[in-house]
């Protein structure tokens, strides 16, 4: 195969370029999808660099078939991805609910525009519900909410490695912003930095007569018997659950001696960021936590962080009505920290509107 | 370096967003740190086009802000639209070739300066170099790149079309230069608030 990334190098480039280049380095053979905004230029891009290595291209007649076909091709033996938003990550919940049911090792990039419904074609964090938890299911998925263009690099191939290693849909939760503006990082061969990558490898047409010399591979959705799917569902549990400490993924700093810790995710984090550090020059002592997955959720690590901090408060800023604050509160249920919110749904966060509200709360 | 926040605003066709390209990756090339945005909702299809530009030597954090150090309103419209972005430390910048309504302009500002680029592109040079004017001004109001820096990007971005014809880069270069001057020249005589 024709290397992507010949030599490590910096780069200047969008969110969605990256995404394209991330997706070619990661050795992804077909990417399926439907065009919406903010995430037209990943197939843009795509559809320009595939060709040169190899890789293919299908835009589908709707989302639900971007979805399915990717579901398909994942059988077939195929690393498959798709990247969709909005309206798009709504019409995919139903085959993503069906990778789930199914542990097809899909990736997924979810770049979130503003709802209800349409909304707005531009940024938002207004589906962090529907891609953690979306879907007639229990939320068996594993979620990547990046901040930086080289977290989207990084994370884009470790979401390929990780759907295929472990066997459940994987997302990258970018957002418009992400996808739309420039800024630098560094594309680099995953393998030349001690990165394996996942093989990949059909899951049905297997080789052999069934009953002599394999056991049939059932890869089920459909359930006749309620107890069937009682059975079915707890055992995926169990599965999902015994992988959740190898998943988990935080930042955290300035938690030790915090009166307040602000708790953020994605490209609201590099606000945050800024605002601790604004606040501890001010001799405001500020904390902060981040939760990389938000499925699965790092609960046990944000209850430690709270605990040795003796925090009073926990200010939880995010681009929607609460959706972060809902995910984060089910995860520590029991703390007694006063939780304060900072909602801005649909607008950008920068540091001035974090630093304001915890002056106003302290 | 610290941090530099620039918004350029105007209509769609007048080069606002290329105009922040360029500089971003000039920037860039410079190896500082560097963020550009459009703003690519609805509102750009018969709205007023803005680019958010952040450059820096250390990381940048958001990649919008609420209040820039430098406002470049290059249209009519765009100056009531963008007044929204300047505070006491920001340099407001409009073109003198329209008439702007005194309530149209930000309450607050460093310096607000009336910079004759649209007449200067259209009787001096050409038409089509008003945002290279523009990204000089740039420059001459910020230094966020060097001289050189901005015309190699310009190379660059546009060095197949300078192959075919020369002229074009000597009067991109020179439109450049002349709204360096002319920003460096304002800034002198600007109207201070």
């Known amino acids: 195969m024709l290397k992507v990334v010949e030599e490590t190098k910096k780069a200047f480039l969008t969110g969605n370029e990256t995404i394209a280049w991330a997706a070619l380095a990661a050795g992804a053979d077909i990417m399926f999808g439907y065009p919406i905004t903010p995430q037209n230029e990943v197939m843009h891009y795509w559809t320009r660099l595939a060709p040169k290595y190899g890789r293919d291209f299908l835009q589908t007649e709707d989302e639900i078939s971007a979805g399915f076909t990717v579901c398909g091709a994942v059988q077939a033996g195929k690393k498959a991805f798709t990247a969709t938003a909005g309206p798009g990550n709504v019409l995919m919940q139903e085959p993503f609910g069906m990778a789930e049911a199914m542990r097809l090792p899909i990736f997924a990039v979810i770049q979130q525009r503003g709802g209800p419904s349409s909304g707005t074609v531009v940024y938002s964090q207004q589906e962090v519900a529907l891609t953690t938890y979306g879907g007639n299911g229990e939320g068996f998925r594993i979620v990547y909410s990046t901040a930086t263009h080289q977290e989207i690099y990084d994370y884009t191939i470790k979401g390929f490695n990780v759907a295929w290693k472990y066997r459940w849909p994987t997302f990258l939760l970018g957002d418009g912003y992400q996808a739309k503006m420039r800024e630098p990082l560094e594309m680099y061969d995953p393998e030349e930095r001690g990165i394996k990558l996942e093989p990949t490898y059909p899951l049905v047409g297997l080789p052999g007569k069934i009953g002599e010399d394999r056991e049939p591979q059932h890869l089920c959705n459909i359930y006749s018997l309620e107890e069937e799917l009682y059975d079915v569902v707890t055992r995926l549990a169990a599965e999902y659950e015994k992988i959740v400490p190898e998943l988990i993924e935080w930042q955290e700093h300035s938690c030790e001696d915090a009166d307040i810790i602000i708790l953020t995710h994605g490209i609201v984090s590099r606000a945050a960021d800024d605002a601790v550090k604004a606040l501890r020059a001010q001799g405001i002592k500020a904390g902060y936590f981040r939760p990389i997955t938000l499925r699965p959720y790092p609960a046990q690590q944000l209850r430690e962080a709270i605990a040795k901090s003796g925090a009073k408060k926990l200010l939880i800023a995010e681009s929607s009505y609460g959706q972060f604050e809902r995910l984060t509160k089910q995860e520590i249920y029991g703390e007694t920290i006063k939780i304060e919110t900072l909602y801005m749904p649909g607008v950008g966060i920068v540091d001035y509107d974090i630093i304001n509200k915890v002056k106003s709360v302290l | ?193």
């Not at chain 2, 105007?10 to 920037?27: D, K, R």
């Not at chain 2, 309504?101 to 040079?125: H, R």
């Not at chain 2, 910020?142 to 190699?152: L, M, P, R």
Request: glycine share 8%.
């Open chain 2, 1 to 193: 370096m610290a941090l530099v926040r620039i918004a350029l605003a105007g209509e769609g066709g007048q080069g606002v967003q290329s105009v922040a390209e360029i500089l971003a990756e000039a920037a860039y090339n410079e190896n500082k740190q560097a963020i550009y945005i459009p703003n690519f909702g609805l509102e750009q299809r018969g709205g007023v086009s803005i680019a958010f530009i952040q450059v820096s030597d250390s990381r940048i954090g958001a990649p919008k802000f609420n209040k820039a150090d430098v406002v470049i309103a290059m249209s009519h419209r765009a100056v009531a639209r963008t007044a929204t972005y300047s505070d006491k430390n920001t340099l407001f910048v409009y073109d003198d070739g329209f008439d702007v309504d005194p309530e149209d302009l930000p309450k607050e500002a460093k310096q607000i300066i009336a910079m004759p680029a649209i007449n200067t592109a259209n009787n001096e040079l050409h038409p089509r170099v008003f945002n290279i004017i523009i990204m000089g001004a740039v420059i001459g109001l910020t230094n966020v790149v060097s001289f050189e820096a901005a015309k190699e990007a310009l190379e660059h971005k546009l060095g197949s079309k300078f192959e075919k014809n020369p002229d074009l880069r000597e009067l991109n270069f020179k439109a450049l230069e002349i709204g360096k001057q002319l920003a460096e020249n304002a800034l002198k005589e600007g109207v201070a608030r």
